[in-house]
């Protein structure tokens, strides 16, 4: 497996994995990816099994609070899943923003997304506090905007 950057001949790829992800994972346009490959192609990695996307990770340098970097999308195709994907690619984001000086990972799982959530802590993500509880899941209301809810998880960084 290779992590490489996102790069504009891997968006078909891109966007046939993260199409594997609904419901909670939506592929963006085509346009969109082309943006993250041109604009923040460093903490958008892909993992590459021969010339296949094996996973990807789109995140995002915060330019209201350069020390976060927000990670929007996660996903590893079903045939590479159990095989380090998900720690390989969040490992060159994680690396990436200690690289710039930042203090934190974070993302945002929907509060019955019970797979992911899983995932985030064994890469030692923490659930945040929020202003209720779903099944043992601290979860944020209208974090997303009105009936979009989610528990918030971060990773500090050194």
Same mark, same amino acid.
């Given at each position: 497996m290779k992590i490489t950057p996102l790069r504009q001949e891997l968006i078909p790829q891109v966007i046939a994995l993260m199409e594997l992800g609904e419901p909670y994972i939506r592929a963006r346009t085509y346009s969109d990816y082309?943006?993250?490959? #041109?604009?923040?192609? +460093?903490t958008c990695p892909v993992a590459l099994a021969?010339?296949?996307?094996?996973g990807a990770v789109m995140a995002f340098r915060s330019q209201e609070d350069p020390r976060d970097v927000y990670v929007q999308d996660v996903m590893t195709h079903p045939d590479h899943r159990q095989q380090g994907v998900s720690k390989a690619?969040?490992?060159?984001?994680?690396d990436q923003a200690i690289s710039w000086g930042c203090s934190r990972l974070y993302l945002t799982s929907e509060p019955d997304n019970t797979a992911a959530?899983? #995932?985030w802590q064994a890469l030692g993500f923490v659930n945040v506090?929020?202003?209720?509880?779903?099944?043992?899941? +601290?979860v944020t209301s209208d974090f997303k905007g009105p009936g979009k809810d989610?528990?918030?998880?971060?990773l500090d960084l050194p």
């Open positions: 082309w943006g993250y490959a #041109t604009l923040f192609a +460093s021969g010339d296949d996307v094996a690619l969040i490992a060159a984001v994680r959530q899983a #995932t506090p929020g202003d209720r509880d779903v099944d043992g899941v +601290s989610r528990a918030v998880y971060q």
